[in-house]
């Protein structure tokens, strides 16, 4: 079976500061790892995912993450945060490479300006 | 740009009643996913549907849930006689391909269910 977990529900970022979001995963074979992201009164979108290719994936609005597996960790960055990154994301693991996902609790980024 | 529709946004419901949340997937998707949050809690996923029929589904799936694709554009998710565990926002997806190297996941907005 396939986890993530979300060290964090919430983080406070301000204006042009680091973000970093925290997953670490938990399967048994080689993981699919995602991040999605939820704006308020949208569906989640997809920003990055890690198919076993390069370990550091790149995805859209300037998000970055690096898959670690002696960490387990798949944490996701962007070097400067934008009022427009408020949002709740979310990590994902898939062990079949299909979708069903099991999704971490999220978590909550506020910017402040 | 091509998204996934889903209705009614918002439905206050009875506990024992019967509810239908539709969705319209991506055109030219094949693939269809129903996934739940419970508020505070994880998205989960629900069921899987290729070719007019199931082709996985979760413990939490039982025997009063069932899907439909009754035409060629909508993606339904009925719930026989609702209870209160249920209340919860209902994602559905779609996406082109089954599998995750070719393709995209797409989600709709979701559709917040209330039971009372």
């Known amino acids: 079976a396939q986890s993530v977990t979300q060290l964090g529900s919430h983080v406070s970022v301000s204006e042009g500061a680091l973000v970093l979001l925290r997953c670490n995963y938990s399967?048994?074979?080689?993981?699919?790892l995602f991040w999605y992201v939820q704006y308020p009164n949208q569906g989640l979108q997809l920003l990055l995912k890690?198919?076993?290719?390069?370990?550091l994936v790149k995805g859209i609005n300037g998000f970055e993450a690096e898959f670690k597996k002696s960490e387990t960790s798949f944490h996701l960055t962007k070097p400067s945060a934008h009022m427009s990154d408020a949002a709740e994301y979310f990590c994902?693991?898939?062990?079949?490479?299909?979708?069903?996902?099991?999704f971490g609790a999220g978590t909550t980024v506020t910017v402040r300006a | 740009e091509p998204e996934v529709t889903q209705t009614p946004s918002h439905q206050v419901t009875q506990m024992g009643q019967e509810v239908i949340l539709r969705c319209v997937p991506i055109?030219?998707?094949?693939?269809f996913y129903w996934y739940r949050q419970i508020l505070g809690q994880k998205v989960e996923f629900l069921v899987s549907?290729?070719?007019?029929?199931?082709?996985?589904k979760s413990e939490i799936f039982d025997d009063q849930f069932s899907v439909e694709r009754p035409d060629g554009s909508n993606f339904t998710l009925k719930i026989r006689s609702t209870k209160l565990e249920d209340s919860a926002m209902y994602f559905c997806?779609?996406?082109?391909?089954?599998?995750?190297?070719?393709?995209?996941?797409?989600f709709g907005e979701g559709s917040r269910l209330t039971v009372l």
């Open positions: 399967s048994s074979v080689p993981p699919y």
């Open positions: 549907f290729y070719n007019n029929e199931i082709s996985e």
């Open positions: 997806a779609s996406s082109e391909a089954a599998v995750i190297n070719t393709g995209e996941l797409f």
């Open positions: 890690y198919t076993s290719a390069a370990t």
């Open positions: 055109s030219n998707h094949l693939y």
């Open positions: 994902a693991v898939s062990g079949n490479n299909d979708y069903k996902l099991s």
